[in-house]
């Protein structure tokens, strides 16, 4: 069966630096991955799309990398902010009326 | 643009009784919706998908005779939570399929949190 790996525990990193989230995935070949932002009892935000033929995507401090040999997408955050401590989701298409598989999610703790 | 709204945002309900939660897409049309269960510390997991006009597709394992989904209009789908035990407290979420160049992304409503007593 498919499955989606992200590390469940929580990355606790210092202000200003690079945070790094992985997401792994095994047994399925998707047309794109997503990452997703969630807040505590809020719904996911969407934040960035990469397709299988791209390698790298950035959207401002964000910046994600897919390869589909590894099976793994890589979600960085520069210069990181207090701001943005929360969940962060990986989530796969199926190939089937545009749903979505996600995964455990990342808890990202920013410390000042 | 592409907002979704999800109301009621937070629920108690006597066991037995039934809950509905309305999921509005408010400045795009959405032909699907998806409704999503969460559970504390855990991934979303889907439980139906919503077609506007027609019947809703269930995951495996969801009742859709305990969950019955409407989406009677472009901009409306609504989940109702049937004879609800404690069993079935949890956080549900909807989400909307964008159009246009945003046809792979999915927009979410802020949840709805069920507690059922």
């Known amino acids: 069966s498919q499955k989606i790996e992200q590390n469940s525990e929580a990355l606790n990193i210092q202000e200003g630096k690079t945070a790094t989230l992985t997401c792994n995935y095994t047994?399925?070949?998707?047309?794109?991955l997503q990452w997703y932002r969630q807040d505590p009892g809020r719904g996911p935000v969407f934040l960035l799309l990469?397709?299988?033929?791209?390698k790298e995507k950035r959207k401002e401090r964000l910046k994600v990398t897919f390869d589909t040999t590894l099976k793994q997408s890589l979600f960085h955050i520069t210069a990181s902010q207090p701001a943005d401590s929360a969940t962060y989701l990986c989530?796969?298409?199926?190939?089937?009326?545009?749903?979505?598989?996600f995964g455990g999610g990342t808890r990202l703790m920013v410390k000042p | 643009g592409a907002v979704v709204s999800q109301h009621p945002s937070w629920v108690i309900c006597k066991s037995g009784t039934s809950v509905k939660i309305e999921c509005r897409s408010l400045?795009?049309?959405?032909?699907?919706m998806f409704w999503y269960r969460q559970f504390p510390k855990q991934s979303l997991m889907l439980m139906a998908t919503?077609?506007?006009?027609?019947?809703?597709?269930?995951e495996q394992g969801v009742e859709k005779d305990k969950f019955l989904i409407n989406h009677a209009s472009l901009t409306l789908s609504t989940l109702t939570v049937t004879s609800a035990h404690p069993e079935d407290s949890s956080f549900y979420i909807c989400?909307?399929?964008?159009?246009?160049?945003?046809?792979?992304?999915?927009?979410f409503g802020a949840g709805t949190r069920l507690s059922v007593l």
């Open positions: 989400s909307a399929l964008g159009g246009g160049s945003a046809k792979n992304i999915q927009y």
């Open positions: 047994n399925y070949s998707p047309a794109y």
């Open positions: 990469i397709r299988e033929n791209e």
């Open positions: 989530a796969l298409d199926l190939g089937a009326g545009n749903m979505l598989t």
């Open positions: 400045d795009f049309q959405a032909t699907t």
């Open positions: 919503s077609n506007e006009g027609s019947k809703a597709t269930y």
